[in-house]
Every structure is written in structure tokens, then in C-alpha cells.
């Protein structure tokens, strides 16, 4: 007789951030509250915001933590926790060390695909939000395709 594993998945508080609104209806909140949760540091962290269909946060997530001037980002990692989550959509956001804010090429291309992999699961990817000193929005730049 051979065996084989049975699992189980669970989804892990592990801290909470303060932010004046749980809501992430404009750039400007998701800027903020993306903010709180990198804090100033020298390398990119690349976060997803797990968003309910009243555009509030259920949540947020660190995808990856890179270097100076860029972080691996794979959609797999990406959706993990929002499927588990039940999420409406997810918000991505990342920030930029050197302060500019301006999208790279790599920049778009994640963005590309995460949309994508987004709409292939039934989660959409209602925006991608970079901060540097200030914020730059893929929605309001009419690039999320």
C-alpha cells in the first residue's frame, strides 16, 4: 500500500498597516496606503491589494522584494492569495527607489501580463499604481488595457 499526501491551503495574517480609508477608489488612496506598507527603503517591493466589489481593501500582500531597480513579479505568485481571499479584483503597486515614478518598459510588460492572467481567472486588475515622490497610475494614464 503506498500513501499520498492530503493538503490543506490557509491564508496567514501576519500584520496590519494604519491608513486614514480602507477604500481604494483613486490613486491618491492606493499611493497612500501603499506608502505605509513599504515604508522608505532602498529596493523595489512589488504588492498586490486584494479589493471587494465596494472598492475596500481586504487586504495587502508583498509579491516580491528586488533590488535598486527592479523586482520578479510572476502572476502565479501574484493571484495566490487573492483566489484564496475570494477577491473582486486586485490593485498592483510597487515602488521606485530612485524616486521616479515613470514607468520602465519591464514595468508595462508586468502590468500586460498580470492583466491578463487577471482576466483568465475572473479577477480583475482594476489598476497598478507606482510610487516614487509622487505616483503614477496605469488607469488614469489609460494604459491598463
Do not use: W
Not at 527603503?41 to 487586504?59: C, K, M, N, P, Y
Not at 481571499?85 to 510588460?109: A, F, K, M, W
Not at 497598478?128 to 494614464?141: D, L
Amino acid at each position: 500500500m503506498k500513501f499520498i499526501p492530503v493538503y490543506g491551503v490557509t491564508l496567514v495574517r501576519e500584520n496590519t498597516i494604519r491608513v486614514l480609508d480602507k477604500r481604494a477608489d483613486c490613486p491618491s488612496s492606493v499611493a497612500q496606503i501603499l506608502r505605509e506598507h513599504i515604508g522608505p527603503t532602498d529596493r523595489e517591493h512589488f504588492v498586490v491589494l486584494f479589493i471587494d466589489a465596494r472598492s475596500r481593501v481586504l487586504g495587502v500582500h508583498t509579491v516580491s522584494v528586488g533590488t535598486l531597480g527592479c523586482s520578479l513579479v510572476h502572476p502565479r505568485e501574484s493571484f495566490k492569495a487573492a483566489i484564496l481571499l475570494g477577491s473582486s479584483g486586485v490593485i498592483y503597486g510597487h515602488n521606485h527607489p530612485s524616486g521616479d515614478q515613470t514607468p520602465s518598459p519591464d514595468d508595462r510588460e508586468t502590468t500586460r501580463r498580470l492583466v491578463r492572467a487577471g482576466e483568465l481567472l475572473g479577477i480583475p486588475c482594476l489598476d497598478h499604481v507606482i510610487i516614487g515622490e509622487g505616483y503614477f497610475s496605469f488607469r488614469e494614464a489609460g494604459l491598463l488595457l
